[in-house]
């Protein structure tokens, strides 16, 4: 595909939807012991209508475009581009942290976070993967 020029003569349809859910909470066992669990999941999907430009608008002639490109636009063949614009996406990702007071203005911190994600596209190659996350910390307040 060359290019992509779309005008009042041509529509192009592009559907999204995204849905998330969420949920988090802390837990507060002793004075100075803190644990925090986030939870998220993520779906996504998109794609274009099929596209096809009838021609030129009136008017439009190859010597009056600001570039020779732009005349190539209504002759470029789209055939497929609605297959393999579509997405269809999720990810899941958790994470378990633990803060503790050591003392009164210094605390220790932890987090543990798991990705996963997938996408159920096959021209994407399969993209999908796992990560995981470790991250520890030491906080002072002053």
């Known amino acids: 595909m060359v290019s992509q020029v779309g005008s ?3 529509d192009t349809d592009y559907d999204i939807s995204n849905h998330v859910l969420y ?3 802390l837990f507060n066992p002793m004075k100075r012991l803190s644990l925090n669990l986030d939870a998220s999941y993520t779906k996504s999907k998109a794609d274009f209508d099929s596209i096809h430009f009838p021609g030129p ?8 475009t600001p570039s020779p490109v732009w005349s190539t636009a209504y002759t470029t063949d789209y055939t497929g581009f609605e297959d393999y614009s579509d997405l269809d996406q999720s ?8 803060n503790v007071k050591l003392y009164k ?13 997938t996408d159920d596209e096959p021209y994407l190659y399969d993209a999908d993967g796992e990560l995981w996350i470790f ?7 002053f």
Do not use: I, Q
């Open 8 to 10: 009042m003569h041509d």
């Open 23 to 25: 949920a988090s909470a």
């Open 57 to 64: 608008p009136p008017g439009f002639t190859t010597w009056n």
């Open 91 to 98: 990810r899941f990702e958790c994470s378990l942290g633990c």
């Open 105 to 117: 203005a210094l605390e220790l911190a932890g987090v543990v976070t798991y990705r996963k994600y």
């Open 135 to 141: 991250n520890v910390g030491l906080n002072y307040t």
